[in-house]
């Protein structure tokens, strides 16, 4: 009953910035334990997660590759996602998906969180980063 749209991606040179955003809607989102999260997929690729943020927008996790380079945050109504990507790598290039689950932790985590730990999933949208 989760519906998860993204948007903002596209084509940009190495080095550039897009934000990405995911919009809500059909569900519950009340809760704090109530997570938003980004994983990434390239062509021939599994899909591998990028970065997680909880309800209120004050903790977030990132994996390795993201650290210093992308930003997660949500919007004022906590209903969407954003995910900020500087300083983009052609290896950066992948489907990017939107996703959300209501028992994932995020605050003070130090493992990188299952794509099973997440509920609800958009359809993806393309970032193309080329040298």
């Known amino acids: 009953q989760v519906q998860l749209v993204e948007s903002g991606g596209g084509s940009v040179q190495a080095g550039g910035s897009l934000r990405l955003s995911c919009a809500a809607s059909?569900?519950?989102?009340?809760?704090?334990?109530?997570?938003m999260g980004w994983f990434r997929q390239a062509p021939g690729k599994g899909r591998e997660f990028v970065a997680a943020i909880n309800w209120g927008g004050a903790s977030t996790y990132y994996t390795d590759s993201a650290k210093g380079r992308f930003t997660v945050s949500k919007g004022r109504a906590k209903d969407t996602s954003y995910l900020q990507m500087t300083s983009l790598k052609p290896e950066d290039t992948a489907t990017y998906y939107c996703?959300?689950?209501?028992?994932?932790?995020?605050?003070?985590?130090?493992?990188?969180?299952?794509?099973?730990?997440?509920?609800?999933w958009g359809r993806g949208t393309q970032v193309t980063v080329s040298s």
């Open positions: 996703a959300a689950g209501s028992r994932v932790p995020v605050h003070g985590r130090t493992s990188v969180p299952n794509r099973d730990e997440f509920d609800y």
């Open positions: 059909g569900g519950s989102f009340t809760t704090n334990a109530m997570a």
